[in-house]
């Protein structure tokens, strides 16, 4: 089965700074999609990515996918304290996979004022 | 606005009792699924269905079971539950798109207490 192991597992950063969260894919991703979650609610959809080398920007927020196709990074540009939440990161395996997504472990964002 | 509905944000329940966990989305979508999340262990899929009256076992189906009567509405079964079955419970839909994964709607959570 498909693993995604994101890195870091927490990240706490001063308002105004620049950070990059990890996503990375034992197998090659067909689809990669990016959540954003706040304590004990659902998750919001941010990003898909599907083909190599592949970039995507939405306000500060930016995501690439590698020519390989098995890993991605998220990258906040200027962060604010609206960014703060659980970042994760979700995979589609492929046909075999159906329409189910495989989801990393997820990352922790604190952003002090 | 697109929405996926579950039915308890808190429920605290005892050991042994019966748990229906209920979920109605309004996008028509065909896939709707079953997740839960736990600190350390990020989501887990536990059950899932492409259509009415079908299901299929996700990775952690042991001690669970679903009902899908209806196309909107998806309902999560916890026949005898057990403390280690506290936990943040997440109810997810998605359009069919030939077998390839698409974009997850989620609801907002239920999170359940088993003491």
């Not at chain 2, 600190?39 to 996700?58: A, N």
Request: charged share 25%; proline share 2%.
């Amino acid at each position: 089965s498909q693993e995604l192991e994101q890195s870091p597992q927490s990240l706490i950063v001063q308002e105004g700074k620049n950070l990059t969260i990890n996503c990375t894919s034992s197998k090659t991703l067909y689809g990669l999609y990016w959540y954003k979650q706040k304590y004990g609610e659902g998750l919001i959809f941010l990003m898909m990515l599907q083909k190599g080398g592949e970039e995507k920007s939405h306000e500060k927020i930016t995501a690439k996918l590698d020519e390989k196709k098995q890993q991605s990074s998220l990258h906040i540009t200027a962060s604010q304290p609206s960014h703060a939440g659980i970042y994760l990161c979700g995979a589609d395996g492929g046909e075999t996979s159906g329409s189910r997504l495989t989801f990393g472990e997820g990352t922790q964002l604190t952003v002090n004022p | 606005d697109v929405k996926v509905t579950q039915s308890s944000r808190y429920l605290v329940k005892r050991t042994g009792e019966k748990v229906f966990l209920e979920c109605v989305q309004d996008m028509d979508h065909e896939n709707m699924f079953w997740y839960r999340q736990d600190p350390g262990l990020g989501l887990r899929l536990i059950y899932f269905s492409y259509d009415v009256k079908m299901k299929e076992k996700g990775d952690i189906p042991e001690g669970y079971s679903v009902s899908r009567e209806k196309k909107e509405r998806f309902s999560l079964i916890l026949e005898s539950a057990s403390t280690n079955q506290t936990s943040m419970y997440l109810c997810a839909s998605s359009q069919a798109s030939g077998g390839h994964g698409g974009e997850l709607f989620f609801g907002e959570g239920s999170r359940l207490t088993v003491l």
